[in-house]
């Protein structure tokens, strides 16, 4: 009996530390023990929606303890902390929090104000998407990552992406259609599939150096897009990254991209002329397809990608376009598919044996090495990335040639091979 009885009371003690690990405040937001050793709690689901503007705590007392807030927790079934609260119209993060998980804002239709603090380090998948409300936000610079369609569908006009941003989810921005501009940050490698997708009132964006791919999708249907500069370290553009882009009228192709994918830049309706670099290798398939008004294609390479098996790289241009390619290399472009969509095939001499001058040391390239036209000058060739290599068969691309003359002094230059 004394046994059962032990039993009872230790099951009494668990239910009753059960309830109260839980803690909701006057405004309806309800908290928990996070982990009862590094005494943290976090934002969970609420039994009554929250409404107006509201205050996170950025610490708790729960069973006569007291605890930091430093989460906002996901929910893997749509439940986030705030999920679908039409009537909440701002919410103060406190500096506390470092993680804003899953969901969390999903559909929030009435927020027109979040404050980010400084410390949260990411932002989930799906947080604000469906704010359409939220017009302005502030990524601060503690966030390294943004989720999948975390603002996807919100009412956002200007967003500042903090300088820690490595990576940009898929869908992040989509269908963002108030968005006009965005600078993304140098610290962002990448950009995913789909993220500025259907942002039909973006005119400009600013892409550094540090990108070095563009994903499917990416800019799709970005029907006020007018120009791309991309960066000069991309290697490769996606599967349909500008498909729809009707206003672009020009891009710049940087000497270091490889591949244009399929459908890039389908249908960009208002494109005139682009030059494609000597680097690109591979080209896919109606690339630049009904590009209604692109009447001049110049392609650098001296064999260029073979698009002879495709059937509409350049399909439905202007009904009379020019090819310009470096003199004496026509045969290759016969071969390879391209002269078959262009009515006028023009050689330029000024394309070939490209050359660079370095303080008065001309460099110039043949045959797969770089070569200097002054004696005693020391050439070293290195990859985009820092790597030497050996200045002899290289292959098309952009490198870094350090040239060191008589007098020591050492320079150096890109060179596109």
Known sequence: MKKIYTFLSLCLIAITGFAQ???????????????????????IEYD????????????????????????????????????????????????????????????CTSLTTVTIPNFVTSIGDNVFRMC??????????????????AFSSSGL??????????????????????????????????????????????????????????????????SSLESIVMPEFVTSIGFGAFRWCTSLTSVTIPASVTSIGEEAFYNCSSLTSVTIPASVT????????????LSSVTSLAETPADISSYNNVFNNIVASPELIIPSGYKTNYDTNGWSSYFNTVTEDNSLSNKKYTINGVKLFTNNGEVKANLINISLKVYTVTGKKVVNSNLKKGLYIVVAKNQEGKIHTQKVVL
Not at 21 to 43: C, G, M, P, R
Not at 140 to 148: H, M
């Open 21 to 43: 690990t839980t803690f909701t405040n006057t405004d309806n937001v309800k908290y928990e023990i996070l982990d009862a050793d590094s005494k943290t709690a976090q934002v």
């Open 48 to 107: 009554t929606k929250p409404t107006g503007a509201i205050t996170i705590l950025d610490k708790v007392t729960i069973n006569g303890e007291e605890y930091s807030v430093t989460t906002i927790k996901a929910y893997n079934y749509g439940n986030g902390a705030f999920y679908e609260c039409p009537s909440l119209t701002s919410v103060t993060i406190p500096n506390s929090v470092t993680s804003i998980g899953d969901w969390a804002f999903f559909n």
């Open 132 to 149: 359409t409300s939220l017009t302005s936000v502030t990524i601060p610079d503690s966030v390294t990552s943004i989720g999948e369609l």
């Open 157 to 222: 006009t200007s967003v500042s992406i903090g300088d820690s941003v490595t990576s940009i989810g898929s869908y992040a921005f989509a269908k963002c259609s108030g968005l006009t501009s965005v600078t993304i940050p140098n610290s962002v490698t990448s950009i995913g599939d789909n993220v500025f997708s259907e942002c039909s009132g973006l005119t400009s964006v600013t892409i550094p150096n540090s990108v070095t791919s563009i994903g499917s999708y990416a800019f799709v249907e970005c």
């Open 282 to 293: 591979s080209i896919g398939e109606s690339a630049f397809g009904d590009c209604s008004s």
